[in-house]
């Protein structure tokens, strides 16, 4: 069993990473939706990867307008950026290891 490191609780923020991407070009990241949990969420929350901000996670890829980046909870519990028609990986240049952060908005 593969073991994928855990994203940081600080001071109201969770600090997490890329820790790879699909084959669509989505980033995969370390921030779980227990994590996402922990947050008081009433105002909203804002993600930023690699210092780049991609707004409150949707529920659905079609909630961005094309070509726009976003933030999903992916099938597999963990928090993915993607852009809808695109790749996020070519289109904001960001790969493995690129700092992720979930605050409250």
Not at 49 to 74: E, F, K
Not at 89 to 102: H, K, S
């Amino acid at each position: 069993r593969l073991l994928l490191p855990l994203a940081r609780h600080e001071s109201g923020l969770i600090v997490g990473e890329v820790i790879g991407t699909d084959r669509f070009g989505n980033l995969l990241t370390t921030v779980t939706e227990k994590d996402l949990a922990s947050l008081d969420a009433s105002r909203g929350l804002v993600v930023e990867v690699g210092g780049i901000s991609v707004g409150a996670p949707v529920s659905a890829y079609s909630d961005a307008l094309p070509g726009a980046a976003g933030a999903i909870m992916g099938s597999a519990g963990r928090l993915e950026v993607f852009v809808r028609e695109g790749s996020a990986r070519l289109t904001l240049g960001l790969g493995r290891g690129a700092p992720v952060i979930v605050k409250r908005a």
